[in-house]
């Protein structure tokens, strides 16, 4: 099963806008709100706020660079990971970090956006499981009972 803590690692360090977050949300027929975390200027790529979607659930969204003992473990672990995200393990630059009330569709449909925007390193941070995108989509599934 899958927590309500999910850590999306990637190599691109640019960020992806929140607006393009809403629209892969709704492109997946999910809505959902933004509000940012006062602390950050709108156009800083790191960000911090809260997705809220109409029926309540609530997910907490920073991103942030990654933390080199982060990286280190990847490195260590590439031999077990999926062969795409082994390849990313080096070359780390951002976490997105997702934080939900309950695991649940807006937690899920988050990742799979990010991750479809950009090749990611996915992992569950209660249980140190990782996955690639279409694995994550499969657990995701597993756990909604498609």
Request: no cysteine; charged share 30%.
């Amino acid at each position: 099963m899958i927590s309500s803590n999910i850590n999306v690692y990637t190599a691109d360090d640019s960020g992806i806008p929140i607006s393009d977050i809403l629209e892969g949300l709704r492109a997946r027929g999910v809505e959902a709100s933004w509000e940012r975390d006062d602390f950050f200027d709108e156009d800083d790529p790191l960000q911090a706020g809260t997705f809220t979607a109409p029926t309540g659930e609530a997910v907490e969204f920073s991103v942030q660079k990654i933390f080199e003992e982060e990286q280190e473990e990847f490195a260590a672990r590439a031999a077990e990971l999926p062969p795409a995200v082994a390849q990313l393990a080096g070359r780390l630059k951002n976490s997105y970090r997702l934080r939900a009330t309950a695991p649940g569709r807006l937690l899920w449909t988050i990742v799979d956006t990010i991750a479809e925007r950009t090749p990611s390193l996915i992992a569950d941070a209660d249980s140190d499981d990782i996955f690639d995108r279409d694995a994550f989509r499969a657990a995701a599934g597993e756990a909604r009972g498609d």
